[in-house]
């Protein structure tokens, strides 16, 4: 089968298409990749910087989208099942195995770019908002890098599970129309958006870090909660924590996958809790771009430039 390989950590043009042999373990799903997620942190595992660092040459690529090859007796899938899945590594390729339980049957109204695009960042946004945020009903959400794929999840997970009022935070005018788009009820630019929205937000949601982290505990109300999500601006930001005491503000951490892959079942009760709203639309990914498996390398430069909307995907 064809696959894309991290070969040597020099950055995305080091990325080789590569012909290797199918994946062929009894015990795992064996899923015909239609659609596989482009993410940040494939992107750092071009250059070796990120946590997860398989043995030179590897197949990247954490989630797919696709149809079930074979399936483990007894796992609730079967050949033919459109399916969304977690397959941790080995996404950028025409084939992928994947363990049941994080594989999941994609409704009929969701296409398999949908589905790709899907998981990583909806359960994230889930875990943030939800799980660590504890969102009441009625709340304000601010949500950096709001044309993203996190950010734009953020938006529509934010709406589903009754925030009042969402902010998204943007650098320039194509990216305002996706966060409207994505749902948002306003969206601000980075320059002075803590003068505009004032201290008026309850949960703040960053997947971006940098010298903006500072303005947006300034606009946090009492009891409000920043969500830290990522560092996609590259540097990471501190926090002098008498911020904290003197407004009773918090920082949260939201580390998703290291907390959701060390406990088996919960990813599926987050897609329990998230599929009708998939189901029914209120959730729709964004795909902002679609790219064939040999282009990975532009499609992860996409990424590194900040100049993609939404979330990218390879389609093999």
């Known amino acids: 089968m064809r696959a894309i390989q991290i070969t040597r950590l020099d950055g995305p043009e080091a990325l080789e298409l590569q012909d290797i042999p199918e994946p062929a373990n009894p015990?795992?799903?064996?899923?015909?990749?239609?659609?596989?997620?482009?993410?940040?942190?494939?992107?750092?595992?071009?250059?070796?910087?990120?946590?997860?660092?398989?043995?030179?040459?590897?197949v990247p690529g954490a989630?797919?989208?696709?149809?079930?090859?074979?399936?483990?007796?007894?796992?609730?899938?079967?050949?033919?099942?459109?399916?969304?899945?977690?397959?941790?590594?080995?996404?950028?390729?025409?084939?992928?195995?994947?363990?049941?339980?994080?594989?999941f049957v994609l409704p009929d109204e969701v296409s398999f770019a949908e589905g790709a695009s899907f998981l990583f960042n909806y359960c994230t946004a889930y875990f943030a908002l939800v799980e660590r945020g504890h969102l009441a009903e009625g709340e304000s959400v601010l949500v950096h890098g709001a044309a993203g794929g996190i950010g734009t999840a953020a938006i529509q997970i934010a709406k589903a599970f009754g925030a009042g009022r969402v902010v998204g935070v943007v650098s320039t005018e194509e990216k305002a129309a996706v966060a409207r788009e994505a749902g948002a009820d306003e969206v601000v630019g980075v320059e002075g958006f803590k003068d505009t929205v004032g201290r008026s937000i309850d949960i703040v949601v960053d997947p971006v870090g940098g010298d903006r982290f500072t303005d947006s505990l300034r606009t946090l109300r009492p009891h409000g909660r920043l969500l830290v999500i990522g560092f996609t601006a590259g540097s990471i930001p501190e926090v002098k924590v008498n911020r904290l005491l003197l407004n009773n503000i918090s920082t949260v951490g939201v580390g998703w996958g290291a907390y959701a892959m060390e406990r088996k079942g919960h990813v599926a009760k987050e897609w329990a809790a998230i599929e009708p709203h998939l189901r029914s639309g209120a959730l729709k990914p964004m795909v902002g771009g679609t790219y064939p498996l040999e282009d990975a390398a532009a499609a992860l430069q996409s990424l590194e430039t900040r100049t993609v909307t939404g979330k990218v995907v390879l389609e093999p």
């Open 27 to 58: 015990g795992l799903v064996t899923i015909a990749v239609k659609a596989a997620g482009v993410a940040f942190p494939e992107l750092l595992q071009t250059r070796g910087l990120y946590q997860v660092k398989p043995e030179l040459p590897f």
């Open 63 to 103: 989630e797919v989208a696709g149809v079930v090859e074979s399936a483990p007796e007894g796992c609730g899938l079967k050949v033919g099942d459109r399916v969304a899945s977690l397959c941790l590594l080995g996404g950028f390729a025409e084939k992928v195995q994947a363990r049941p339980d994080l594989t």
